[in-house]
């Protein structure tokens, strides 16, 4: 059993609430420093991936687990930040650290006009109007041919820093990591003041929320714009490791995907969107990985990957809707209150309230 | 007559009208509070009370009519800026932010008062840090003062009804209001409960200097705190004046039991 003693207000708003998780995650953070050092390339490639999709996960995170408006959007404003990227370094030869910044914020420019509708439209309907505007990004790619070249893509190189190159990816990997780690920090910074708050508060009650004098229509459309921004920062990166992108790497697909990330990691959680990242982007290979040890006709069967989505998606809905950022609470709480764990600690209570007093 | 009384009335009502498809929920309405004092506002269900709110916060738009609170003119601003003039309220089917902290929601209250920016928010250092401090010790007083320490830390949609009540009432409290809307406060509570809450009601004037606006049921209440009724009925006015001479109004007591008494 483990108690913490609050003995002033600087205390209840630190970001760790035990020095010893301090620690942690120190020890943490230089295990991924020194990871590159030991593993083979296949691994680090696979640890850039889950880098960039964290990003976008939290990026995701803000607006949907957080502010409570749902995108299906969000490969358009990934697609947004790999292509101005490839094409300011490539058509224009913008240096890369410019245009990995400016990425940034041409995708939080490009938030604010999708952040409009969402001033009137909620869920389903938001849904639906983020998903078109998915759609309206992805013909954009195909048509504009002398920007974005089509259905055939562009090639863009690897960035280099002054003469120091960052051309394999064990580099590169030490580029992606900073950056992951700075948006975890500026997003659990915001998260932990008044305007983060606010973005829960729009989640839970708009009207209440109004009437605490938040104005619904800025923070809305800056949800839309932060999160957009940590995903074309994202999206720059994605297409610097991958040298070569085209309109398949933006589909309909891609934005389920980032959703269900957040899903199973856990809505309005900073780790759930890491867990998340790393569960799904580990997935495929899983996949891939154990197909030669699956019967013939499960391994080698066509749609086996999106059948397992949609399961792992199902399972998780059902038994543990928090996510992955659930369950590991419900491990944290077991250890913390060591002998005193009662198994309904986190059973759903139902109640029943008198509202009216005839 | 009428000018003068515009310029000494704390809050006043103009004329306010508002419809909803063929129902006029509230028709030219007028209400005059002073300062310091409870003012209830009763009436049968489905009589505007929460209507006449809603429009005074401007969650509605009235069709016609003014507000004027302290001389200025408030029935032009937008929702989120009634609580920077001064004016909060709690809501008749209660607001809380059910997956936060009765202390997140609280906190909640102090964001008309926030002095920092987004940008400053992402570093939190200096200002923000500092705010984030004194937002906390002004919602612990607030907290002490209803009594909430045990819920503190505790997720809203899980203590008990009763105290949900208190902490909307705190949240509201937590804005440094100058005028109160309370959207039946007593609802849902039960004997013991309702005499805290008179009682609270009574500090809040005393202490606190907050002038209150309460839309109740509870006859016994209305009678024991506040020093002034509204009556409404259909979205018209019906009576005003003393709580002990309101209810003995025949108007008002045909409202309440039907046309034979
Ligand atoms: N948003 C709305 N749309 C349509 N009609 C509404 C709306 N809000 C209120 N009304 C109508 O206005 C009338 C007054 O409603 P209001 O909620 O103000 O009553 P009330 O006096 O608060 O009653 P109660 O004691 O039951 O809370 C009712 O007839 C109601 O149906
Ligand atoms: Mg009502």
């Known amino acids: 059993m483990r108690f913490v003693k609050r ?19 120190l020890i943490l953070i230089t295990a991924f420093l020194a990871a590159p050092l030991v593993m083979g390339t296949y691994w680090v490639s696979l640890l850039i991936l889950i880098g960039i999709n964290i990003i976008v996960a939290l990026g995701l995170n803000l607006v949907t687990g957080y502010t409570g408006q749902v995108s299906l959007g969000h490969a358009a404003f990934f697609a947004v930040g790999a292509y101005t990227s490839a094409v300011l370094t490539g058509k224009f030869g913008v240096s890369f650290w410019l245009a990995l910044p400016a990425s940034g914020v041409v995708g939080a420019l490009v938030g604010i006009v999708v952040g409009l509708p969402a001033l009137r439209l909620k869920g389903l309907y938001l849904a639906i109007a983020t998903m078109g505007f998915g759609f309206i990004i992805e013909e ?5 041919e002398p920007i974005t070249n089509g259905v055939n893509g562009l ?3 690897r960035p280099s820093l002054a003469a120091f190159s960052l051309a394999s990816d064990k580099h590169f990997y030490y580029l992606v990591f900073p950056i992951v780690l700075l948006s975890v ?3 659990k910074n915001l998260l932990r003041t008044s305007s983060g708050r606010a973005f829960l508060a729009i989640r839970d009650s708009e009207t209440a929320a109004e009437s605490m004098g938040i104005n619904l229509a800025v923070y809305k459309t800056a949800a839309f714009c932060i999160s957009a921004f940590y995903t074309g920062i994202a999206g720059a990166l994605f297409a610097h490791f991958m040298r070569f992108i085209g309109p398949e790497n933006f589909t309909i697909l891609e934005s389920i995907s980032f959703l269900v990330m957040i899903l199973v990691g856990g809505l309005g959680s900073v780790h759930g969107s890491v867990f998340g990242a790393v569960f799904i982007t580990f997935l495929p290979e899983g996949i891939s990985l154990s197909k030669d040890y699956l019967p013939t006709f499960i391994g080698q069967q066509a749609g086996l990957q999106a059948a397992v989505y949609g399961l792992v998606l199902l399972l998780f809905i059902r038994f543990e809707p928090l996510g992955l ?13 060591f002998p005193f764990y009662k198994k309904d600690t986190f059973r759903k209570v139902r109640k029943f309230h008198r509202t009216q007093k005839q | 007559m009428t000018k003068e009384k515009k310029e000494c009335s704390f809050f006043q009502v103009t004329d306010l009208s508002i419809q909803f498809g063929g129902i006029l929920a509230l028709e030219k309405v007028d209400l005059e509070v002073q300062r310091g004092e409870v003012h209830a506002i009763i009436g049968p269900n489905g009589a505007g009370k929460t209507t006449l709110f809603n429009c005074i916060c401007r969650q509605y738009k009235a069709d016609s009519g003014r507000i004027y609170f302290k001389g200025k003119e408030v029935s032009k601003l937008k929702p989120h800026q009634v609580v920077s003039n001064g004016i909060a309220r709690t809501f008749q089917n209660i607001e809380l932010f059910t997956n936060m902290t009765v202390m997140d929601n609280m906190l909640l209250g102090c964001h008309s008062k926030r002095q920092t920016g987004f940008f400053s928010d992402l570093v939190f250092w200096g200002k923000a840090q500092n705010q984030e401090i004194e937002f906390r010790e002004k919602v612990e007083k607030v907290i002490d003062f209803l009594d909430l320490q045990a819920y503190r830390n505790r997720l809203v949609g899980n203590i008990p009804y009763g105290a949900q009540k208190y902490v909307e009432l705190g949240r509201a409290l937590v804005m440094e209001p100058e005028l109160l809307l309370l959207d039946e406060p007593s609802s849902g509570l039960n004997m013991e409960e309702t005499q805290d809450l008179a009682f609270s009601i009574e500090d809040i004037k005393m202490d606190l200097g907050i002038t209150i606006i309460l839309v109740e049921h509870d006859m016994r209440l209305v009678v024991d705190v506040c020093d002034t009724v509204t009556v409404l009925n259909y979205g018209r006015l019906l009576a005003h004046g003393r709580p002990t001479e309101v209810v003995k109004d025949p108007e008002v007591v045909k409202a309440y039991l039907g046309e034979e008494n």
């Open chain 1, 140 to 144: 954009i790619i195909v048509q504009w």
């Open chain 1, 155 to 157: 090639s863009i190189k």
């Open chain 1, 7 to 25: 003995m002033n207000y600087l205390q209840d708003i630190q970001l760790f609430k035990y020095h010893s998780t301090i620690g942690w995650y």
């Open chain 1, 325 to 337: 950022y659930g369950r590991w609470l419900k491990i944290k709480f077991y250890f913390e209150n």
């Open chain 1, 185 to 187: 920090l500026v997003l």
